[in-house]
T-cell receptor, first 114, second 114 residues
Framework: AQSVTQPDIHITVSEGASLELRCNYS??????LFWYVQSPGQGLQLLLK??????LVQGIKGFEAEFKRSQSSFNLRKPSVHWSDAAEYFC????????????FGQGTELSVKP | DTGVSQNPRHKITKRGQNVTFRCDPI?????LYWYRQTLGQGPEFLTY????????KSRLLSDRFSAERPKGSFSTLEIQRTEQGDSAMYLC????????????FGSGTRLTVV
């Protein structure tokens, strides 16, 4: 069965420090992978996505993610965190044929210390 | 194009009452998805439509839940005889297939059953 694991429920980093949020997936075929961010009481905003090609993908707000097939991982990174990055981050995998449902991890809450 | 619109934003209802939520997707997107998100969890897939056809339903969608998408435009999600366990954020998304492949989420409807 398809699944997504985000091992870190909560991470705290200092403003200006680098960030890495972990995501591991289980999926039988080539996955469609996504990272979303959610502020309290809001919907999900797409940060970046990977379908094929270059395994390092760039997204909005200075985020990037690297697809590693051998590790079944799609970790999200940012070189320098800003206080406004504090939010909940979700990794998701596209299951089934193109256009099927997304399966989400349980999320990682990011807190930023001044 | 104003994105995916969901109404109402918040709904408080008494246990046992019926509620209905509406989702207006991006007009050119023919696939529409419903998810449920409880506190501290990632969104869980409920169902999705291609045009007016309901293509998949999760086992989470009990007999008390029904979704429709008449004419392949907006969609409604109805919950009959609400229970406290139905309290959650209900998210709608629509899918763009093509060069800008991706799911766009609405801001959600927060349901509180008292």
């Amino acid at each position: 069965a398809q699944s997504v694991t985000q091992p870190d429920i909560h991470i705290t980093v200092s403003e200006g420090a680098s960030l890495e949020l972990r995501c591991n997936y289980s999926y039988g075929a080539t996955p469609y992978l996504f990272w979303y961010v959610q502020s309290p009481g809001q919907g999900l905003q797409l940060l970046l996505k990977y379908f094929s090609g270059d395994t390092l993908v760039q997204g909005i707000k200075g985020f990037e993610a690297e697809f590693k097939r051998s590790q079944s991982s799609f970790n999200l990174r940012k070189p320098s965190v800003h206080w406004s990055d504090a939010a909940e981050y979700f990794c998701a995998v596209g299951a089934g044929n193109q256009g099927g449902k997304l399966i989400f991890g349980q999320g990682t809450e990011l807190s930023v210390k001044p | 194009d104003t994105g995916v619109s969901q109404n109402p934003r918040h709904k408080i209802t008494k246990r046992g009452q019926n509620v209905t939520f509406r989702c207006d997707p991006i007009s050119e997107h023919n696939r529409l998805y419903w998810y449920r998100q409880t506190l501290g969890q990632g969104p869980e897939f409920l169902t999705y439509f291609q045009n007016e056809a309901q293509l998949e339903k999760s086992r989470l969608l009990s007999d008390r839940f029904s979704a429709e998408r008449p004419k392949g435009s907006f969609s409604t999600l109805e919950i009959q005889r609400t229970e406290q366990g139905d309290s959650a954020m209900y998210l709608c998304a629509s899918l763009s297939i093509g060069p800008n492949y991706g799911y766009t989420f609405g801001s959600g409807t927060r349901l509180t059953v008292v």
